[in-house]
């Protein structure tokens, strides 16, 4: 079975920093793409950051860019969210998800091309 279990969610204060971590298993974890994705009440969920297979490239939001950083070390089966520089409207619920194959560049930005998901993990900024 495969699982994405998220942790290192918590309280921060505006201008903090926090990482996550998500832990994969079940699934052979070099041959996913892993992203991570938010969601604030009320809100769709929107994508984060991604991390191809091989750790060659990332993406990011432009929301987040230049203050979150995506990793991954494929033999502890694990990817990492570093979050600096946190604001307010970085408060939400976050997902880490596994694809299998990409279609193309843009699908590590949608939700739906996504095949695993954790339970999310929750993170609250507070100004």
């Known amino acids: 079975q495969v699982q994405l279990v998220e942790s290192g969610g918590g309280l921060v204060q505006a201008g903090g920093s926090l990482r996550l971590s998500c832990a994969a298993s079940g699934l052979s974890f070099s041959g996913y793409g892993m992203g991570w994705f938010r969601q604030a009440p009320g809100k769709e969920r929107e994508f984060v950051a991604a991390?191809?297979?091989?750790?060659?490239?990332?993406y990011y939001a432009d929301s987040v860019k230049g203050r979150f950083t995506i990793s991954r070390d494929n033999a502890k089966n694990t990817v990492y969210l570093q979050m600096n520089s946190l604001k307010p409207e970085d408060t939400a619920d976050y997902y880490c998800?596994?694809?299998?194959?990409?279609?193309?560049?843009?699908?590590?930005?949608?939700?739906?091309?996504?095949?695993?998901w954790g339970q999310g993990t929750q993170v609250t900024v507070s100004s």
């Open positions: 991390i191809n297979r091989s750790s060659g490239s990332t």
């Open positions: 998800a596994a694809q299998r194959s990409r279609r193309t560049v843009a699908s590590v930005t949608r939700a739906g091309q996504y095949d695993y």
